[in-house]
Structure formats: C-alpha cells, structure tokens
C-alpha cells in the first residue's frame, strides 16, 4: 500500500486539500493503535477501487466505505481527528490531541475562520479590532 494512501483519502474525507504531512502521519500512527485491522482494510480497499476504477478520487471513496460498518466508523475519526485534533476509540473513550499542533492547527479553526483560543501570531491588543472580513485561513 503506498504511504499517501491516509493523506489522500483524508483529503477527500476532510474536503481539505491542504493537509500537513507530519500531522497526516501522526494522526495515522494515533488511529492506527486502536484500529489498525479496520484501517488497514479500509485503506487497501480505497487503494483497489482506485486501481480498478476511472471514477474520480470522491467516487472511490464512497465505493470503499459502502456497505462495511467498521469503515465508517473509521472514516468518521479520520475526520474528526484532523478537525479537532481528537477522536473517539473503539470504546468511546475520547483519545485527546497529544501535542500542541494537534489542537492548534485542527481544521475546524481554518472552517470558521479564526484561530485556536490561546494560539495566535497577532500581535498584542489584536483583540481590539474587528475580524476582517473573508478571513480564509486562521490567523
């Protein structure tokens, strides 16, 4: 299986195409741990209907996860790891982010457009204006 397989279909996932390759393989090493068989299937399964298939990435995705209980559950940490830095374990215990740019790079803040509370490069006293419109990355 190639290494890329948890980015791509993450990105696809996620909606996202902008994802950081050190958190890529830090979520799946996190995911991998409680549910390695299930993700290793799911991402053998998306590799095979992209070989046997000329439907795009989207398609293939949804072709892998039809049907197959265990892949949906995984699909859904999958998103809510990169969106919030956390997800659930197979014994709904939530695994919360392990470093820092777990929670501070999470795509939920880039989504609503603001930064992690806590987390910022503004300066001192950006507080006082008002956010600007259009923001479309967290600042």
Known sequence: ????????????LTGESD???RLAE???QRLRHYFGRDLDRLLEAFE????????DVEQTARAA???VPEFHRVAREIIRVWYTGQFKTPYEDVEPPREVEHYSQGLLWRVIG???????????????DPPRKGM???E
């Open 1 to 12: 299986m190639k290494r890329d397989t948890f980015t791509e279909l993450s990105h696809v």
């Open 19 to 21: 994802l950081d390759p």
């Open 26 to 28: 830090d979520y799946e």
């Open 48 to 55: 095979e209907k992209k070989r046997s298939s000329s439907a």
């Open 65 to 67: 996860l039809a049907d």
């Open 114 to 128: 603001t930064h992690a509370p806590g987390f910022t490069n503004a300066a001192y006293g950006a507080w006082e």
């Open 136 to 138: 479309s990355k967290a």
